[in-house]
């Protein structure tokens, strides 16, 4: 019998057939480990924008010495005569803002209706002072009045006003609009 068959074509075969199922592992292999790399990498830049979500707007507001808090319309019940007093706050510049206080039912102008007017600067990081603020009555026949006061905001974002004398219960400003 003659046997004129060469194995060698079937050895090289063989070989490249070995040569890129080992070339296809370690393809795979790298592919693999890269993919895991490149989650890793997309589960910290997950992990850091959750944080910059949650964390930093909350620290953002804790740490706001901005006015801009205080800017708006803010609406009480005061809770001495149950008038609703209405308080109208924008900013002139950095650290001044001009104030607008009106109420169904001032004190000063024996129950009748009045306005204040007045500019306040920040006092400290979660208060406005003003030197004064002028009442006027509608009823012109009572001479206006300017009495100094400050707000202060507290943890829940209520606006409240703070009595020097104590001889009056708070009034508490909720934001009614921006």
């Not at 079937?10 to 490149?38: C, P, S, T, W």
């Not at 030197?131 to 606006?159: H, Q, R």
Request: net charge neutral; hydrophobic share 40%; charged share 20%.
């Amino acid at each position: 019998m003659n046997n004129n068959f060469d194995l060698r074509p079937q050895v090289d075969m063989h070989a490249q057939l070995v040569e890129v199922g080992f070339i296809k592992r370690v393809l795979y292999v790298l592919f693999k480990k890269k993919e895991k790399q490149n989650m890793n990498i997309r589960i910290v830049i997950l992990f850091i924008s959750t944080l910059l979500t949650v964390v930093v707007p909350q620290n953002a507001l804790a740490n706001d010495h901005s006015l801009r808090r205080f800017i708006g319309l803010w609406q009480a019940v005061d809770p001495d005569d149950g008038s609703l007093s209405t308080i109208s706050i924008i900013k002139l510049s950095n650290d001044t803002v001009h104030l607008l206080y009106n109420d169904t039912y001032f004190y000063l102008c024996n129950g009748g209706r009045g306005l204040g007017v007045g500019n306040g600067t920040r006092s400290g990081r979660n208060a406005i002072e003003f030197s004064g603020i002028t009442y006027t009555c509608e009823d012109k026949k009572i001479p206006p009045v300017n009495i100094p006061a400050s707000f202060t905001l507290d943890t829940s974002g209520a606006l409240i006003e703070v009595d020097e004398d104590q001889n009056r219960t708070q009034t508490i400003f909720y934001k009614t609009s921006r």
